[in-house]
């Protein structure tokens, strides 16, 4: 299956809802309040957020005037034209080597799934890729990394359960430098004994990232469960705070029908969309697409 089909299969359930609720109102009859209060309704009840619905509404009032499009039925590829547009913003650049990528977010998100999924990717595209295994919280998390490692033939830097994840990142660094390989990957902890804990830790590893390889691109990349819908936004808020995330990838995409959330979080937050994860093995994980997007939800 290409990569645009696996991404249509994976939001099915995003494309049902929200497409088969929109059938309903672009339909033959004229543009007039009550079509842009039902279309407002359904985009908020499809987790695009208040503040993205109400420019969402107020871009395609504007539009549909100045364009004189009359028929509500003419005004769904201009629907599809400002969710691109939106999202086009949030799409990134490609990844220049040697490159840093700090995975963070809350338990269960898919921060380990993910970078196992990137691990095989980087080493197909013949990258030398190193991982670091942070979330030293957690016992068995080094060793679903290490599964993912081996799968992938890639070096993982682990150490002792309760070590100072900052010193297993400052160990990766030297193999990455040893190595001269081109892709560090840091898997973290998303828990810790309390909020205040975790966000120190991560600036300081943070920290040993940029003075052991200032001269690498970094990436801070936040990852969210699509299934959380509206709720990822207050995570996305808290992570920024700690570190100042510059990529965000959202997971579980094919499990849920909230797909219009990624909308919303685009427009709020200044981050580069750049992956999307559509199931739990290694091939299931695309590159964002603004355009492949859109169309998969509409
Ligand atoms: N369906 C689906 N499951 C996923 C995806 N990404 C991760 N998972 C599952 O989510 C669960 C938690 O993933 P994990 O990587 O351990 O999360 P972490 O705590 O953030 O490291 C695991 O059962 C993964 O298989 C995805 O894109 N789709
Ligand atoms: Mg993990």
Known sequence: MGFFSRLFEGMKKTKKSFGEKLKYIFTGNEIDEDFFEELEYILISSDFGVETTSYIIDELRERTKKEKIKKTADCQNLLKTILVEILE??????LKCPCVIMVLGVNGVGKTTTIGKLAKKFS????KVILAAAD???????DQLEVWANRAKVKVVTNEHGVDPAAVVYDSIQSFKAKNADILLIDTAGRLHNKANLMEELRKISRVVQKELPEAEYHKMVIVDGTTGQNALSQVELFNEAVDLTDISITKLDGTSKGGFLVGLAKDFDLDIRYVGVGESAEDLLE???????????
């Not at 913003?89 to 490609?94: D, H, I, R, S």
């Not at 197909?124 to 990258?127: I, Q």
């Not at 030293?136 to 080094?142: D, H, L, V, Y």
């Not at 964002?288 to 509409?298: G, H, Q, S, T, Y």
């Open 124 to 127: 197909d595209e013949n990258k």
């Open 89 to 94: 913003e949030a799409a990134p650049e490609k």
């Open 288 to 298: 964002f697409n603004a355009k492949d997007f859109v169309d998969a939800i509409l």
């Open 136 to 142: 030293t919280f957690r016992a068995a998390a080094s």
